[in-house]
């Protein structure tokens, strides 16, 4: 199921060409880090639970939560992610093109949500997180790991944080150059949030100015 989408996904497909060019030469150790942190966060067995990667790109991410019993689902804005996923790791069959606002999931259809690095490119994060809610069942799991607000904000040209604004981060010694939108902590921890879900877990990045954070939340 291939959804299409318009033509600013060029944009998602080029990044994930670079991406997977430069990868293994650069990944870092901070990358290991934070997906080591993500990991720890699932103290739960994944046997059988159906889980969905948002933002899933060349599939890392889903052949670990299979090989741990999960029945894995897949999605991501970039076409070329989605088929190198399929070169890669040929066993995973469900995967999608699809945004992160609108799926085409039925209600209450997964045990678990995870993403990693993918939640902050959205321009309205409480849209995307009703979408989520409506797509897990109830006492679902949903885990997100973004970019620190505190990180995102020293990188704006006007230093005001509840303004949201286009910021440029490097990538593997700035080969690639990653743009999107500042989000606030408000945004994260919104009403709606706050509301429909019990808050589980909250880690921050441990470094000087940290770099992202993970939370872990479960549907009410």
């Known amino acids: 199921m291939f959804k299409k989408l318009n033509n600013k ?6 990044l994930g060409e670079n991406y997977m060019k430069l990868k293994n030469k650069y990944y870092s ?3 290991d880090k934070s997906k080591r942190e993500l990991y720890n966060q699932i103290d739960f067995l994944l046997k059988n639970k159906r889980l969905l990667d948002v933002g899933c790109g060349f599939g890392r991410d889903l052949s670990y939560f299979q090989k741990k019993g999960a029945i894995v689902y897949g999605i991501d804005k970039s076409k070329k992610m989605i088929l190198l996923t399929r070169k890669n790791y040929p066993y995973i ?3 999608y093109i699809q945004t992160f606002e609108k799926t085409d999931f039925k209600d209450n259809f997964f045990d678990i949500i995870i993403s990693e690095w993918a939640l902050q490119y959205a321009s309205n994060i409480n849209i995307v997180i009703k979408e989520l809610y409506r797509i897990l069942k109830s006492k679902g799991i949903l885990i997100f790991l973004v970019t620190h607000p505190i990180s995102d904000f020293l990188l704006k040209n006007k230093k005001c944080y509840h303004k949201m604004d286009i910021i440029r981060k490097g990538l593997f010694n700035d080969k690639i150059i990653l743009k ?3 989000h606030t902590f408000s945004e994260y921890f919104n009403d709606f949030v706050l509301k429909n879900f019990k808050i589980l877990s909250f880690y921050e990045d441990t470094n000087n100015v940290p770099e992202f954070f993970i939370l872990k939340l479960k549907k009410i």
């Open 29 to 31: 150790k901070h990358q």
């Open 93 to 95: 069959k469900n995967l």
């Open 9 to 14: 996904n060029t944009n998602y497909d080029k």
């Open 180 to 182: 999107y939108p500042t």
